[in-house]
């Protein structure tokens, strides 16, 4: 059980990569804080853990509001005593160039994905320290490493998020804590089939985002959650500052 006695906050953790994270993290003897925006699902995500016999509980925050992402940790820590993990995965997407994204949907995109993670990582910093140290797995997207067409407040949430990872890593290396960033391909996620589903042809589309990578297919969340372990794990100790690419080989190309 590489996480063992450890405690963590993994943020949008309802679906998708969260969920698959919260369950592995769980599974491998974390206590785990399921924090999204979806009460309802996190519960469901939560119920999951406890019949495997985790320890968990959910946390509703929108960690784009300062207040909300710092009363987070601090509940985190007045439930189990210690934080030693933040997994910042809360992320919403937005199709359009700059040209057809409103002002409003281009500040809620990197509220969300850019700013919930700087206040997240804000907030958990400090709680970490008193404990000796910990670390930190942004969840990036290849999209952040290259230009991908139609999604430019998306694309550069995660751009930012990728050198928010770096700035970090350098900034509280000193200090014991660790940050890296896994950037995920297209995975088979809620997030995705939502977007999918918005194409006039969403199985031609779903065709057309697995040819383009050289492993010819989406990735599974149970994949990325993996690498995010790794990261977080005592198994990678010497990993700061890295961007771990899980895309199937397309930013290889």
């Given at each position: ?7 963590a ?10 969920e ?27 119920q ?73 990582i804000?907030?958990?910093v ?7 140290g ?46 890296n ?61 890295a ?11």
């Amino acid at each position: 059980m590489q996480l063992n006695g450890k405690v963590a906050i993994i943020t949008g953790a309802s679906s998708g990569i969260g969920e698959a994270t919260a369950l592995l993290f769980a599974r491998e003897g974390a206590a785990v804080a399921i924090a999204d925006r979806d009460r309802e699902s996190g519960e469901r995500v939560a119920q999951e853990i406890r019949k495997e016999g985790g320890d968990c509980e959910v946390r509703e925050a929108d960690v784009s509001r300062e207040a909300e992402a710092a009363s987070l940790v601090e509940s985190v820590v007045g439930r189990w005593g210690r934080l030693d993990l933040l997994v910042n995965n809360a992320g919403i997407y937005h199709q359009a160039d700059a040209l057809s994204t409103p002002l409003s949907v281009w500040e809620e995109v990197l509220a969300v994905n850019l700013t919930g993670a700087f206040l997240c990582i804000k907030h958990a910093v400090p709680a970490m320290q008193t404990h000796g140290g910990g670390a930190i797995v942004n969840v990036a997207s290849e999209a952040g490493l290259v230009g991908i067409r139609n999604q430019v407040a998306y694309n550069v949430s995660k751009g930012g998020l990728i050198a928010l990872t770096r700035s970090c890593a350098v900034d509280f290396a000193g200090r014991g804590i660790r940050v890296n960033c896994v950037c995920p391909g297209t995975t088979d996620t809620p997030l995705v089939r939502a977007a999918l589903a918005r194409a006039a042809d969403p199985a031609a589309m779903r065709r057309s985002l697995e040819e383009v990578r050289p492993a010819n297919r989406l990735g599974r969340p149970e994949e990325i959650a993996a690498a995010i372990l790794y990261l977080a794990g005592d198994a990678a100790g010497y990993a700061t500052g890295a961007v771990l690419s899980v895309d199937g080989g397309y930013t290889a190309q």
